[in-house]
T-cell receptor
Framework: EPEVTQTPSHQVTQMGQEVILRCVPISNHLYFYWYRQILGQKVEFLVSFYNNEISEKSEIFDDQFSVERPDGSNFTLKIRSTKLEDSAMYFC?????????????FGNGTRLTVT | AQKVTQAQTEISVVEKEDVTLDCVYE???????LFWYKQPPSGELVFLIR??????QNEISGRYSWNFQKSTSSFNFTITASQVVDSAVYFC?????????????FGQGTTLQVKP
């Protein structure tokens, strides 16, 4: 069964550094998402992306965050200057159609640790 | 406002027991979708089920069953004859029907521990 693939599985970075989290969505999917989960807490929506632009972003997704689909297969989340509170598990997801019509398929996540 | 509440933080059962995970939601929309996801210790989120607000028929899939009741705004999940491999965090989630953006609202999650 096709999967959403995320790399790396674990990223450690120092405060203030830039990080790029990478995702390869399922190939025929058109809608892409990033969610995050701070340790022990619920999963929170960050951003959705369709047709090469952001559809919606949450209040968490401030100017430090950006997303890109650079080459038609990868979908990346960049954090420009990481803060300690950015430490979390970041999940990429994709869906074939709008989420109300088809379920989101999540990747295995990237655990980001900011020291 | 939309909200999903999973009041049970942790549940511990012994293998072969049945267990029900509660989910209560709030929304003003008449059209919405409810989901359950499983997060095993390895961390990934595994899709289990999606139901729309117009379909109150209960669903059974193997040892899993779901009870959707609009009258009480609940979408409870029952595992019959639980197994150790069912140990995971289970999340209930909601999306409103007019959403074009895939913004799922998750509950806090219920940690299920199944002991041998």
């Amino acid at each position: 069964e096709p999967e959403v693939t995320q790399t790396p599985s674990h990223q450690v970075t120092q405060m203030g550094q830039e990080v790029i989290l990478r995702c390869v969505p399922i190939s025929n999917h058109l809608y892409f998402y990033w969610y995050r989960q701070i340790l022990g807490q619920k999963v929170e929506f960050l951003v959705s992306f369709y047709n090469n632009e952001i559809s919606e972003k949450s209040e968490i997704f401030d100017d430090q965050f950006s997303v890109e689909r650079p080459d038609g297969s990868n979908f990346t989340l960049k954090i420009r200057s990481t803060k300690l509170e950015d430490s979390a598990m970041y999940f990429c997801a994709s869906s074939e159609n709008r989420a109300i019509n088809s379920p989101l398929h999540f990747g295995n996540g990237t655990r980001l640790t900011v020291t | 406002a939309q909200k999903v509440t999973q009041a049970q933080t942790e549940i511990s059962v012994v293998e072969k027991e049945d267990v029900t995970l509660d989910c209560v939601y709030e929304t003003r929309d008449t059209t919405y979708y409810l989901f359950w996801y499983k997060q095993p210790p390895s961390g990934e989120l595994v899709f289990l089920i999606r139901r729309n607000s117009f379909d109150e028929q209960n669903e059974i899939s193997g040892r899993y069953s779901w009870n959707f009741q609009k009258s009480t705004s609940s979408f409870n999940f029952t595992i019959t004859a639980s197994q150790v491999v069912d140990s995971a965090v289970y999340f209930c989630a909601l999306i409103h029907g007019s959403s074009n953006t895939g913004k799922l609202i998750f509950g806090q999650g219920t940690t299920l521990q199944v002991k041998p």
